[in-house]
């Protein structure tokens, strides 16, 4: 009998410790959670970069990234992507920037591959896209943009300490 309720309240503390680990886990935001960029993106072929510009959004929810473009000329809804490097710095106005380096990879049944490399600034988005068909390179594009609402307006600082004027 004893056996039994230790066993339980064993069962009952482990599942309680996956669950609290799990949801510390995931609480962690995604930087790109949420975010949408218009971008422009270029074909290089043969080392000659297209006269005709694309235009695309790139989506981004939930660890995925959506492409309207890939989506209609590939056939890719999404591709998971993953943030290799997270940095903040300051500019030469002393501003604080975020810098993220993303990779996206995925390949499908036919052994086509795509990769996406690219890096945001803030409300900048910036990289590659390469498409692969049995390792051999069958398109490749450049691509920039800028966050959906463009760069976000500074906020004003007040004056904690006013000077005031007295004149007689």
Do not use: C
Not at 78 to 104: M, P, W
């Amino acid at each position: 009998m004893k056996h039994k309720i230790i066993s339980k309240l064993f069962i009952a503390t482990a599942i309680l410790f996956i669950s609290l680990s799990f949801t510390y886990i995931h609480n962690e935001p995604d930087p790109l959670h949420k975010r949408t960029f218009n971008t422009s993106l270029s074909e290089t072929k043969n080392g000659v970069v297209a006269k005709k510009v694309i235009s695309d959004k790139l989506y981004f929810k939930n660890g995925k990234l959506y492409s309207d473009f890939l989506y209609e000329k590939f056939g890719y809804r999404y591709i998971s992507y993953r943030i290799n490097k997270d940095t903040i710095y300051t500019d030469f106005t002393n501003t604080e920037i975020r810098q993220l380096e993303v990779e996206a990879v995925l390949t499908d049944d036919n052994n086509q591959s795509i990769f996406l490399n690219f890096t945001t600034s803030e409300w900048d988005i910036d990289g590659v896209i390469k498409i692969t068909k049995n390792d051999k390179l069958k398109r490749y594009y450049d691509f920039a943009g800028r966050e959906k609402g463009g760069k976000p307006k500074k906020e004003k600082k007040k004056n904690n300490n006013p000077v005031f004027e007295i004149h007689s």
